[in-house]
């Protein structure tokens, strides 16, 4: 079966930090690939706009390089790169300076929809919305994109948030989480609440836990620097797997829609208990036979940044009071792999042998590589050796189900998609990114004070034996981790 392509409306995107890695990467290719499927209308505009002058005939030779260097050679075909290219204009501009502004005016069309990008640091978010509005670029419809870090911690949220809505009001700012434009976290919501099957048995009584595991192989690698004044926590679980247990643990919004949909993910933050020191793992990746240690890799032994967090959070509500949420994400472990791993409760009662096998039913919600999703039931092996047990998955690949479209196309592709079209209901609302780091803040601050020094791990491990024993303790065990 393929995938349906709808064409969005036509648009104009400037996509500040047009130069840059992000755009490079992932902005301009996933561009051409919905361009090339049809959903980028022909007429539709892309502008790059970034500090130091190039004029357009070079953009395009710059964005033809990010396309040959970041997608499949299958995927440009040299007309339709062509098309795309012609899309492409690109003024020079300095977000903190009034150059350029005024120049950009007349390549942006009226009765269009106007998006605007900030694919730059935090820091010129609030300059580069002032000058919009300044040099009258942006309408009440226009909309802005913003890339993560939003914030460091809760203060300096709020002051991103202030600096935005200085300018633009919420339902125009479009706060980017790309873990939420992947295919397998909105089917998450789909099968959720399109179903009858799965809801009557989403809570305490039938769900014995939660695991949500956000792996990768690498190291901080040439990010050191920024990443050792961040760590796994902001890296990671203040935004990306915090809105995917949000996502798991939210009652049903009363419609799919952006702000009902929010409203009910702002609940859970709200209903999570205070992280605490004693549920918490943190570990350092330790040197390999050839890889540096996160010490070398930061260049400060004297580091206490976390490359690795294991928690076990609660949520004090009643469909999840007693059900524990065990979160993980590290650097340098033994697969690269993200998953949401459901695991329910054992029967009541076994009618079989207790040598007969079997395990409780699982969920197992994949979102890297190879997503999809199975559930994994009990059955009887096949075969003549009498009621022997075995759990076997009811297998979703999207890959093989929906063709390479569905599977293949990128979250920052689909995300643009959904700003065309509009749509915020997986875009962060200022009140939710504060939500969590409210959380955030005060186990970050404890671990400041108190000078809590990670756990070295082994590379290619599971991350510090700790972690493994943090479920241990409840008779529990991580699903292994294993691409
Ligand atoms: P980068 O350093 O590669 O590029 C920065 C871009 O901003 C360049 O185009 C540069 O010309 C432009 N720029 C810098 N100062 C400017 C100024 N004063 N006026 C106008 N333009 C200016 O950065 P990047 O890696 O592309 O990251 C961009 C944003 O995306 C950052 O907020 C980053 O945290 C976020 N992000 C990046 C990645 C990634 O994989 N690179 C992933 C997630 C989030």
Known sequence: MAARIIPVEDFDLVIFGGTGDLARRKILPGLYRRFATGQMPPEARIIGAARGEMDAEGYRAFVRAALNEFLAPGDCAPADVARFLDRLDFQSVDARGEG????????????V???????????????????LRTHGLAHRDSRIVVEKPFGHDLASAKALNAELA????????YRIDHYLGKETVQNLMAVRFGNILFEPLWNHQYIDNVQITVAETVGVGGRGSYYDHSGAMRDMVQNHIMQLLCLIAMEPPAKFDPDAVRDEKLKV???????????????????????????DDVENDASETESFIAMQLSISNWRWKG??????????MKARLSEIVITFQPTPHSIFDADAGGMPNQLVIRLQPNEGMDLRVTIKEPGPGGMR?????????????????AAGSDAYERLIMDVIRGNQTLFMRGDEVEAAWAWTDPILKEWEEKHDRPIPYEPGSAGPDQS???LHRSGRAWREIKA
């Open 166 to 173: 200085a300018h633009f009001a919420e339902d125009q700012i």
């Open 468 to 470: 493994l024993a943090l």
């Open 100 to 111: 350029g502004w005024d120049e950009m005016k007349p390549k942006l069309r009226e009765g």
């Open 323 to 332: 059900t524990p949420f065990f979160i993980r994400t590290g650097k340098r």
């Open 389 to 405: 047990l075995i759990d076997v998955p009811l297998d979703m690949t999207f890959a093989e189900r929906f063709g390479q479209e």
């Open 113 to 131: 929809v106007r998006a605007f990008y900030f694919s730059v640091s935090p820091s010129l978010f609030g300059d580069i919305a002032e000058r």
């Open 269 to 295: 933050i709200r209903a999570l208990d205070p992280a605490t020191r004693e549920h918490t793992v943190r570990g350092q990746y330790a040197a390999g036979s050839d890889t540096p240690s996160y010490f």
